[in-house]
C-alpha cells in the first residue's frame, strides 16, 4: 500500500514542480533570443523608471530606455540580416528591415530633449514581444506553471492589434510634435525631415500595415469632419490641403506582408 502511494505521489511531482533542466537547454540553444528578451524587459524597466524615478533621474531612464530600444533593433538586425556586407544590394534590404527603423527612431531621439510620447511606441513594442517569449519560457518550464503571468500575457495577445494601431498613431502624432519642438526651440531644425524619413519607412513597410492603415483612418475621420454641414469654410480648406499635402508626400503603396518585428 505504502510503495503504491509513493509511486503515485512520484509520478504526480514533475507536474507540479519547473521544468528547470529544459528551461536551461532552451536558453543556452536560444541565446540571442533570450537576451533580447532581457533586453525588452530592461526597456520596459527604465520607462517604468523615467515615469517613477527611483533609483535614478528621470532624465537618466529615458536616454537608457531609448539605448535599450536601439540595442534591440540592432540585435534584431542582426539576427535576421547576418553578417554585413558593404554593397549597395545589403543596404536596401537593411532599410526595408522595421528593425532599421526603430534603431533609427531611437538615434533621432536621442539628441532631443525628453518628451515622454516618444516613449510610448518602445514601450508597447517590448511588452509585445517580451510578452510572446515569455510565454514560450514559460512553457519550457512546464504548461502550469505561473498560471498569473499567462494571465498578463493572454491579456496583452488578446489587445495586440488595439496595441499595434496606438503604435501606428503615435508614430504619425509625433511628426506634427517633432515641428513644434523646433519652433519651441526643443529640437534641431533637421528633427522634422528626419523624422519625416522613418515615417516614410513605416508607411512603407512589408510586414506591418498598421502605419499605413491608421493614415487611411485618420484621413476618413478628418474627411468626415470637413464634410460637415456647420463647418466653417476656412476650417474645411484647411483640413482638406493637410489631406492632400500628406496624400502628395506619401511614398508610393506596397503589399504588406505577415508582420514581424
Not at 8 to 33: W, Y
Request: charged fraction near 10%; charge should be positive.
Amino acid at each position: 500500500m505504502s510503495d503504491t502511494t509513493s509511486n503515485t505521489e512520484s509520478s504526480d511531482r514533475p507536474s507540479s514542480q519547473l521544468n528547470f533542466g529544459a528551461f536551461k537547454v532552451h536558453v543556452l540553444a536560444h541565446k540571442i533570443d533570450v537576451t533580447l528578451w532581457v533586453i525588452r524587459i530592461l526597456t520596459i524597466f527604465f520607462t517604468i523608471g523615467y515615469f517613477i524615478p527611483v533609483y535614478w533621474s528621470s532624465y537618466n531612464a529615458y536616454y537608457k530606455a531609448l539605448l535599450a530600444n536601439a540595442a534591440t533593433s540592432a540585435l534584431r538586425l542582426h539576427q535576421r540580416l547576418g553578417t554585413v556586407q558593404f554593397n549597395a544590394q545589403f543596404l536596401a534590404k537593411v532599410l526595408l528591415e522595421d528593425s532599421c527603423h526603430y534603431l533609427f527612431y531611437s538615434l533621432i531621439f536621442l539628441y532631443v530633449p525628453p518628451v515622454t510620447l516618444v516613449l510610448l511606441p518602445i514601450l508597447l513594442f517590448a511588452i509585445l514581444h517580451a510578452s510572446s517569449y515569455a510565454l514560450t519560457l514559460l512553457d519550457t518550464l512546464g504548461h502550469n506553471a505561473w498560471w498569473g503571468a499567462r494571465l498578463l500575457i493572454s491579456v496583452v495577445e488578446f489587445q495586440s492589434r488595439n496595441i499595434l494601431r496606438l503604435i501606428s498613431f503615435t508614430e504619425i502624432f509625433l511628426m506634427p510634435l517633432t515641428v513644434f519642438l523646433v519652433l519651441m526651440g526643443k529640437g534641431g531644425l533637421l528633427t522634422p525631415f528626419i523624422y519625416y524619413h522613418f515615417l516614410v519607412q513605416r508607411y512603407s513597410s512589408r510586414r506591418n500595415p498598421y502605419t499605413r492603415n491608421m493614415f487611411h483612418e485618420l484621413r476618413v475621420v478628418f474627411e468626415s469632419f470637413a464634410a460637415k454641414p456647420n463647418m466653417p469654410g476656412f476650417i474645411r480648406s484647411f483640413i482638406l490641403f493637410v489631406i492632400n499635402l500628406t496624400c502628395k508626400l506619401a511614398p508610393p503603396q506596397v503589399t504588406a506582408q505577415p508582420h514581424t518585428q
